[in-house]
């Protein structure tokens, strides 16, 4: 028998095909990526992915075709390709491939800036006779950074859209990373709140446009929030 959800998921489909993002391909990033130290580790981050699925199930049921790249181990979106990644580099090689053709990039992930310099082959064993360890970092592309060079190259998103995680100075930091990444769109997210950013089921943004509209929303759902992120990209993209 089907599922319920799937029932729900399926007559949501139908009813988008008229959606505002009909005929669009959407691309979306969720969870934290995970860099690996040994075959058993690896280092990552608190994010749950909760926000980039919501997203997902909005543009589905706006319309669009939805590719969601995620590290989140839950179980696939009807209606939704799902590709599974765990690190950043391997997160970069799926979007640069999936945004060739696409019209909006929103990147919900929380991708890591640095990784082990090198993977141990074999699971790392404490030594008996030392109390620390260290582990050697590099510096991970930024996935946006490398879209906005295909965006000049003449290929790629028509609309990017990111987010900024921040403990303080929001405004400040988003907007920088609003110019600096060629975004046109950024949601600025304070991660510090108990009641927004990771792990939990609702969220607080600003939604700041290249075009310079700043929009603060309230309290949300994220699906709430990934409503009023479309509705944005709805005029951006109409605009171009
Ligand atoms: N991002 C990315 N590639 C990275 C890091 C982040 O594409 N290597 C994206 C995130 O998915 C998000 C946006 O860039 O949409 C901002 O991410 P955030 O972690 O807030 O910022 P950072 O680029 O890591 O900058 P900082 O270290 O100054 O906070």
């Known amino acids: 028998m089907v599922e319920p959800d799937e029932v729900v998921s399926m007559a949501r489909m139908v009813l988008a095909r008229t959606g505002d993002l009909a005929g669009q391909q959407v691309v979306v990033t969720a969870g934290g990526t995970r860099e690996a130290i040994d075959p058993v580790r690896f280092v990552s981050n608190y ?15 706006r319309g669009a075709a939805v590719t969601l ?9 009807f209606g939704i390709e799902k590709i599974h990644v765990n690190s950043a580099q391997q997160m970069l090689e799926a979007v640069l491939t999936a945004t060739r053709e696409a019209d909006v990039l929103v990147m919900a992930a929380a ?3 640095f990784r082990p310099e090198a993977i141990a082959e074999q699971k790392i064993k404490k030594q008996v006779d030392t109390e620390g360890l260290t582990l ?5 592309p930024d996935i946006l950074a490398e879209v906005a060079k295909q965006k000049s190259a003449g290929y790629g998103p028509r609309v990017t859209v990111g987010f900024a995680a921040e403990t303080e100075d929001l405004m ?9 990444k060629k975004l046109d769109l950024i949601a600025a997210n304070d991660v510090t709140a108990t009641d927004a950013g990771f792990a939990v089921d609702t969220n ?3 939604l ?13 759902s994220k699906v709430e929030v990934a409503e009023a992120i479309f509705d944005k990209v709805s005029q951006l993209n109409l605009k171009r």
Do not use: Q
């Open 208 to 220: 700041i446009a290249a075009a310079g509209s700043v929009e603060e929303l309230p309290l949300m």
């Open 111 to 113: 991708v890591a800036d």
């Open 69 to 77: 790249i995620t590290t989140v181990n839950r179980p696939p979106l």
């Open 172 to 180: 400040t930091n988003a907007t920088n990373k609003l110019t600096r």
């Open 47 to 61: 994010s749950s992915g909760k926000m980039g699925f919501a997203i997902a199930e909005v543009a589905r049921d």
């Open 204 to 206: 607080r943004v600003t």
């Open 136 to 140: 050697e970092m590099v510096r991970n």
